[in-house]
């Protein structure tokens, strides 16, 4: 079965840090790019973070540039999502989502999302 | 960043209705435009791809389309199971960004 499993998430103060994993299975996760998205009822989705298939690509929204970190590991069908300097406002559902095949930068495949709490 | 309106953000039609969701961009995207559905508690699924490619295995009642900056989002004949959540999203420049949503639910 084709499918992405978010994990990591956590209730934690500000300041804190987390480490979020998403592993795929079912195709060969080395040939493709894979993002994270988040999700919050008062925002809707915003984009995270982005990269490559061999890692060596990577951009982040501004909103984490600088706090959050991704990366990848082929052998293990993972992608991660290192979280430091955890704000309220980091507090979200977390997707790992993967880029259509193709040329199309569109996300076929979709986690069921990791929730991230920030609070006091 | 590449700001995405959506209109209506939420709207009531009855089960065989046709329903039409517009998405404008801030600036030319070209075709890099998606839509998403999602239902309470699932994540987003992928419908639509460079504005008018229907995803393998969706529905041909979904399509979209495209006029300049506006694009559009069309259930040609709504079903029960239709009844969520529509997002658009452009990938043409980072960072990558999604429309506000529109709730579609039953009349």
């Known amino acids: 079965e084709v499918r992405l499993v978010e994990s990591g998430g956590d209730l934690l103060q500000p300041g804190g840090s987390l480490r979020l994993s998403c592993a795929a299975s079912?195709?060969?996760?080395?040939?493709?790019?894979m993002h994270w998205v988040r999700q919050t009822p008062g925002k809707g989705l915003l984009w995270v973070s982005r990269i490559n298939s061999d890692g060596s690509n990577i951009a982040y929204a501004d909103a984490v540039k600088g706090r959050f970190t991704i990366s990848r590991d082929n052998a293990k069908n993972t992608v991660y999502l290192q979280m430091n300097s955890l704000r309220a406002e980091d507090t979200a559902l977390y997707y790992c989502a993967r880029v259509r095949s193709g040329n199309v930068d569109a996300f076929d495949m979709w986690g069921q999302g990791t929730m991230v709490t920030v609070s006091s | 960043d590449i700001q995405m309106t959506q209109s209506p953000s939420s709207l009531s039609a009855s089960v065989g209705d046709r329903v039409t969701i517009t998405c404008q961009a801030s600036q030319d995207i070209g075709h890099y435009l998606s839509w998403y559905q999602q239902k309470p508690g699932k994540a987003p699924k992928l419908l639509i791809y460079d504005a008018f490619n229907l995803e393998t295995g969706v529905p041909s009642t979904f399509s979209g389309s495209k006029s300049g900056t506006d694009f559009t989002f069309t259930i040609s004949s709504l079903q029960p199971e239709d009844l969520a959540t529509y997002y658009c999203?452009?990938?043409?420049?980072?960072?990558?960004?999604f429309g506000p949503g529109t709730k579609v639910d039953l009349k």
């Open positions: 999203q452009q990938y043409h420049y980072l960072p990558f960004t």
């Open positions: 079912g195709f060969t996760f080395s040939h493709y790019w």
